[in-house]
């Protein structure tokens, strides 16, 4: 028997040694997130602001490649040319009459001279043949390395070349190359601003409905015990004969419609948690708690957001939307004035050296020879039967159409500051007309429950009692969160969003 005790306390201290270091597990798998921390788990998790980063990225290595248009370019180029056959200064007939150059200046002599040589004696006349045969032949020599030396021998033919060209004048189309990727880069700036606020703004939405679910679900839960303790009572009263079941029955209605709402706002609570945790990052069900899930009373900051004068020129100044359509009406200016550098001249030097084998510089020699060469080219446009012109035109009207879309944009702006400072002002008022509420829901529950024990009340006027503190408690659940999703609003209309 005492070993059988024994055992079982052994069991009994071990399986409570082992809740207690599961406790600790559990308090700590549970993660705590503020307002801070989910937008800037949200930053880093976004892909649009990852792509927005991206492009500015690009746009700011175009605009260093746009800078690179003032500077001068060295190219360097080479080629190897192979012919079947290769250029001849020579025709054939002069080739031929050069290379019997010695045989046919001896013919001639020969029969200028044959009067004289024919009066002189034999042996002389061999004598002078045999020099006429020998100078023929140093002739022909000759005339055969006359041939030889205009040969070209341009088969196999081997060029290069370093150039330098540096712009003097384009008609202004690199100026304003340059500043179409400067409004590029302050584009791509105010795109990724634009896609950080509308990030902020959609995870401050999610956050506050957390807290405004996980609210709703503590009051829900309340309600639900204030029914079934009346439920509990009207049983009673039913014992004692002093109540009806029909009385009962109408009380457990009651109590299955709190505890549905519970469902439907645990439920809720539930997919709305599930959001956040996929906007912020996080796997979908990870247990996550807020920092203002618990706290009774949100901190309200009316004065720092409501704005009677000058928000209107605080949204112009802030907003990246503004921004972004302004950069979009200097771009298509500087496009014009690109354009309109098409009807101007232009003014480039140029200089280098080039190389050829082979190469005429010193008669034609098989190796490489070089020239050095400066100049300058000069493009000035004539006619282009108004191509240019039309190009301009065209231009002209997409930046009107730029100025009045940024125009509507800025009337729209204008009517969004003025109807969130509106919703601001109407959201404290219902704040703190919820709030005067609650306290009569409170204090009309107390006097129904009061009178209900006392037997001067109905457990109808209780019930009617709890359904208007449920009501008031929720009204200023949703007054709270009101306030602060429209100081939410009010920001992203100002621009100010950070």
Known sequence: MNKSIMKMTEKLRVAMLGLFMLLPLTSEAQRLLTLDS????????????GVAKMKQEVSANLRKSARTQYLPKVNAVGGYVWMNREVSLLNDDQKAALSNLGTNTSAKLEDALSPLVAALPADVQTKIAADMGQFAGVLNHVGTGIVDGFRTDTRNMFAGAVTVTQPVFMGGAIVAANKMADINEQMAANSLEMKKQGTLYHI????????SLRHKQTLAESYVALVRKLKGDVQKMID??????????SVSVRLNEAEMALTQVTDGLELSKMLLCQLCGMPENEDVKLADEESEELK?????LVIAEGGTD??????????VLQNAVDLSNQTTKVLKAGNLPQVMVTGGYAVTNPNTFNGFEKKFGGVWNVGVVVRVPIWNWGDVMYKVRASKGSTAMARLELDDAREMVNLQVSQNNFKVKEAQKKLAMAQANVANADENLRMANLAFKEGAASFTTVMEAQTAWNQAQSQKIDAEIGVKLSQ?????ALGTLQ
């Open 300 to 304: 309200m900051n009316h004065e720092e």
């Open 488 to 492: 939410v609003e009010l920001q992203k």
């Open 314 to 323: 605080v949204a112009f100044q802030n907003r990246p939307e503004l921004k």
């Open 204 to 211: 401050d939405q999610v956050y506050w409905q957390v807290v």
């Open 38 to 49: 989910c937008r800037a788990m949200a930053l880093r998790n976004n892909k649009q602001m």
């Open 240 to 249: 004692q004969g002093v109540a009806t079941k029909g009385d009962g029955l």
